[in-house]
T-cell receptor, first 113, second 114 residues
Framework: AQSVTQLDSQVPVFEEAPVELRCNYSSSVSVYLFWYVQYPNQGLQLLLKYLSGSTLVESINGFEAEFNKSQTSFHLRKPSVHISDTAEYFCAVSGPDTDKLIFGTGTRLQVFP | GAGVSQSPSNKVTEKGKDVELRCDPISGHTALYWYRQSLGQGLEFLIYFQGNSAPDKSGLPSDRFSAERTGGSVSTLTIQRTQQEDSAVYLC????????????FGSGTRLTVV
């Protein structure tokens, strides 16, 4: 069975600092990996995804994530965060053999001025 | 519609009452999912509909929970004899075919059982 672990429930950071949100997955088969973001009082939005090919994927707002098969990780990074990045971030996994997304417990990113 | 629509946005109900939560997916999306979001517990998969196939009900927590999807479009999640532990945000999502395309989530229904 697939599972996702987000080790950090909260990550406080100052504006313009770099950030990394950690995600590790468990799966015995090939996977699709996703990061979703939930801004305060809003629904979840897809931030980026890895299906195949290049292991580094990027979003339009400066986030990137790298698929590392040997470490079964898909950490999310941004070199310089903004106040507006304050949100809850969810890592999720699925695969060619299942259409269910399995989510981690989420990481609350709090950006301070 | 342009997005996934859920109603009501908020629901307060008394313990023991039945509730119905509605989801209107994006037109043409064949896959529809229900998740439950509880504080500190992430998103818990409940049920999945794909086209005319039998739904995957493996995530429903008890037989008090059921869901249907009429005409391959609108879905209703029903919780019978609600309990306080059912209090959560219930999220619906739809997808054009499968998870590789990513889900589009609705804003959710916040259910409070008092």
């Amino acid at each position: 069975a697939q599972s996702v672990t987000q080790l950090d429930s909260q990550v406080p950071v100052f504006e313009e600092a770099p950030v990394e949100l950690r995600c590790n997955y468990s799966s015995s088969v090939s996977v699709y990996l996703f990061w979703y973001v939930q801004y305060p009082n809003q629904g979840l939005q897809l931030l980026l995804k890895y299906l195949s090919g290049s292991t580094l994927v990027e979003s339009i707002n400066g986030f990137e994530a790298e698929f590392n098969k040997s470490q079964t990780s898909f950490h999310l990074r941004k070199p310089s965060v903004h106040i507006s990045d304050t949100a809850e971030y969810f890592c999720a996994v699925s695969g060619p053999d299942t259409d269910k997304l399995i989510f981690g417990t989420g990481t609350r990113l709090q950006v301070f001025p | 519609g342009a997005g996934v629509s859920q109603s009501p946005s908020n629901k307060v109900t008394e313990k023991g009452k039945d509730v119905e939560l509605r989801c209107d997916p994006i037109s043409g999306h064949t896959a529809l999912y229900w998740y439950r979001q509880s504080l500190g517990q992430g998103l818990e998969f409940l049920i999945y509909f794909q086209g005319n196939s039998a739904p995957d009900k493996s995530g429903l927590p008890s037989d008090r929970f059921s869901a249907e999807r009429t005409g391959g479009s609108v879905s209703t999640l029903t919780i019978q004899r609600t309990q306080q532990e059912d209090s959560a945000v219930y999220l619906c999502a739809s997808s054009s075919f499968d998870s590789a395309y990513g889900y589009t989530f609705g804003s959710g229904t916040r259910l409070t059982v008092v």
